[in-house]
């Protein structure tokens, strides 16, 4: 049930491990992994996230499945969504919650914590216009506390505009009168950089199956 | 607390009051002396009298005694609140000199006053009373720590790092026995004093190991004692101090297993084998035993809503109930009430009112203070009496091998540690943790109550390590500490953003973790949670409080604090100044939502200066810095006075200050806005009314009424957002339409209808009804 065929990784596994940074172990743990969830296929689609079992308790799962097809995470350039993805995306993806390796200059610890942010910036901006709008932010503290029962909007709404006055009045010198659209990615940056509980939550932002690269038995329970 | 408060130039003062405490405190010792060689006279009295009983009828008839002493029936009631009161008026008057306090930890100062009372009692009675019984230790003065240990546990980085705990605490302590017992066997078996009186070569191994496993462990109370005043940050206290509670299982079964093997002479593969067993037996059923208990006590607090007086009395007795019951299957005492506390708390906290709720808060820190005191004092005193068996060799190569045992320890667990751990542990964190290893008075009762015939030796040599411990590492960790640049508690405003994007986190990895497949850390967390959500909330919680998720009961608390905040900064002149408009929440949102004839209900949008909103902002920083020190230090002995109810009384004045202001405060367009409060704790508990009255005010027609709360009485940990229960509620505010002219400042406001409430920077409007509300409320609590 849980062994890995031992035969040798093709091609297309080492270029993924270039450009990803998985070991080959890890990639082709995560290989089984895709073709289990795409029974099979190339691709990927959204019904086949929809199908895992444990996923269904999560208040934020839709960001997390969108998070997969949105082509911002794929490289800087992208746009848009897509509707189905292979394997090298679904990687790509994967790959940022790769712990971070010991040996790093402080270049590279940052731009990988700035990925990391983009990320989550990519999910909290659910219309793709590079702004965490009002409308945005409420959504996702809705959807935090979708899963709490007999709330009534207003509460999500009061703090969702509570958190995003704090966030307009920590990265404003603005003019009074000057309108604000929403966070832009930068402003979001900002504000995470301020919290010290960001450095920890880094540091801890990975999985640990990806850490040992190890498949278990578990892999394979839906 | 005071010397905190006490300004520099009251120096002089403090220094005539210190000496007034001290002149107090010989006078006490004196008379404690004298009362107890009174004792002695009156019982002989009381000898002779008995001798003759019917002589005595029949002698010349004495006038009625208008005066007379009768001590003995009082004696040992007396001689308790004696100690105890020489107890808290030396905690006195340490904080009144407070260089002193700041260069001398307390632990040190306590000892040395124990010492000075046991030599003054032993002058003036040339005997001391013993008073460290181990009965008395470990049953009377113990449990009040440990279980204000266990209760207010953080527990979040406690579980996080429970893996590192254990290492420490099992592997290390382990290593320390056997590497201290083994080489002081093998010195005494080297070493050879002609000038001391005793032969160190008698000493068995068996001696020695026991020994040893009575002096490797690390002692709760000693660490907390002295960690409290360094004020590291917060993963190293929980190291030292976690593995300070948790080794008390090893010790336990250690010392049990080498005092059966004293005795038997003998030790077997098989005896080795069932040691190991009796480890886990200890640990697990202490464990089982304290959480059963918790259970217990959290399913009785559910029903406790009409006799809210004795909720205390239930967690206390429950905790000491689990305490004493591991204590008598011989399981670890010390995790079981651990344990208790642990598990009790959330539940109970949902449950208990909120006076309960800081009763037991009060309580527990008092007597905690008390017995940590009085533990010091009797370690001094016990010092002085009784026999030492002096012998320079045993003594300094004890002291030395327990240094080196705590460092090479630490350094070899660490090592393997960090193999698994994300945050690794650096050298300068390994050095606090070995410094901080203290042993202190937990190790002296065991070697109190020990049969063995070198006893006297083991406990001089048990007496000398704790004295280097608490002295020399106790006096030069906190100046260590600075040197080393150790990272101290950060103190981290903890924002409404911040708490959602924790929550946002957690989810996104737990789903990351789903897709993976992995059953990771993540996803048994939220297993454990939806579990306890789903079933234990249920059953333990009272009422349809279980429902209110983490994020809402912390906004909740956070809105609380800065209406709070600003009812007592904003009552008065401040407020005169007119306010043109700057940031508003309208700005941000699109302009083109809501038209003014859309939302009829709306409620007016404060408009701040900058200067105001940058006071307000400032108020709310240090408001939010004080909440977040207090709630992240274990600081026992000074409870950081709330600033919520410091303010309390000046509170309840500008209030009515501000009733009688009201009408003319038209210029207040501060409002907070939430939900309307149904009778949830998180509300109740600011509630000032009596718990069982929701605070409804009738609307008033002309003025926003708010129903704030007031009594908000953070305590340090339930605004740490253990999973408060609360049904969607709030403070309200109705703004009827008219008033809005009411609030329009002179300047542009005019126009904006629509103008939505702030809601993190608030000022509750002056309220017309406070009188009536005020006459019933029991006092607030301060």
Known sequence: MGALKSTPAPTEHYDLSEKTGF??????????????????????RREDFLGISSLKYNPIRKEIIEAFFNRRNFSPSCEGRANEIDFEEFLVVMSHFKPPCSKMTDEQRKSIRREKLKFIFNMHDSDGDGLITLEDYRHVVEELLSRSGALGKETSRAIADAAMFEVARTVGHRDPDEFYEGITFEHFLKVRSQSALCFKKEEKWLIRCLMCGKGSRHMFLK | MFSRMAPRGRSGLGRSLAELGLLLLAILVLLDGTVLSL???????????????????N???????????????VSVPFEISLWVLLASLMKLGFHLIPRLSNVVPESCLLISVGLLVGGILKLARDEVPPVLSDRIFFLCLLPPIILDAGYFLPIRPFVENIGTILMFAVVGTLWNAFFVGGLIYAVCQIAQDKYSEIDLSNIGILPCLLFGSIISAVDPVAVLAVF?????????????????????????????????FMESGSVSAVDALLGLVSFLIVALGGVLVGAFYGILAAFTSRFTSHTRVIEPLFVFLYSYMAYLSAEVFHLSGIMSLIACGAVMRPYVEANISHKSHTTIKYFLKMWSSVSETLIFIFLGVATVEGEHHWNWVFLTSTVVLCLVARVIGVVGLTFIINKFRIVKLTTKDQFIIAYGGLRGAIAFSLGFILHSEHK????????????????????????????????????????INEEIHTRFLDHLLTGIEDICGHYGHHHWKNKLNRFNKKYVKKILIAGDRSKEPQLIAFYHKLEMKNAIQMVESGGGSKLNSTFPSTVSMQNIQPKIHSPPSARPSERALPQLTKGREEEIRQILRTNLQKTRQRLQSYNRHTLVVD????????????????????????????YLTVPRPQGSPTMSRARMASDSQAYVKPGAENVPTIKI????????????????????????????????????????????????????????????????????????PT
């Open chain 1, 23 to 44: 070991s080959l172990r890890q990639i082709r743990v995560l290989h089984k992994r895709f073709k289990q969830l795409s029974e099979g296929d190339d691709v990927l």
């Open chain 2, 39 to 57: 004792e002695a006279a009156t019982s002989s009295e009381i000898d002779t009298h008995e001798g003759k009983p019917g002589t005595h009828k």
């Open chain 2, 59 to 73: 002698t010349s008839k004495k006038s009625f005694p208008v005066l007379g002493i009768k001590y003995d029936d």
């Open chain 2, 228 to 260: 409290e005043e360094i004020h590291i940050n917060e993963l190293l206290h929980i190291l030292v101090f976690g593995e300070s509670l948790l080794n008390d299982a090893v010790t336990v079964v250690l010392y049990h297993l080498f005092e059966e």
């Open chain 2, 456 to 495: 006297r030796i083991f406990l001089t040599a048990i007496i000398t390590v704790i004295f280097f411990t608490v002295f020399v590492q106790g006096m030069t960790i906190k100046p260590l500490v600075e040197l080393l640049a150790v990272k101290k508690k950060h103190e981290a405003k903890r924002s």
């Open chain 2, 643 to 670: 600033p919520d109810e410091e303010g309390f009384d000046d509170l309840i004045l500008k209030k009515r200050r501000m009733m009688e202001l009201d009408w003319k405060l038209k210029q207040m367009t501060n």
């Open chain 2, 709 to 780: 709360d007031l009594a908000s009485p953070q305590s340090p940990d339930s605004v740490r957002l253990l999973d408060e229960v609360v049904q969607d509620q709030g403070l309200t505010m109705s703004l009827p339409s008219s008033s809005s002219r009411a609030y329009k400042t002179s300047g542009k406001d005019d126009g904006r209808d629509q103008q939505k409430l702030l809601r993190c920077l608030s000022d509750p409007g002056p309220d017309v009804d406070d009188d009536e509300d005020y006459d019933d409320d029991e006092p607030v």
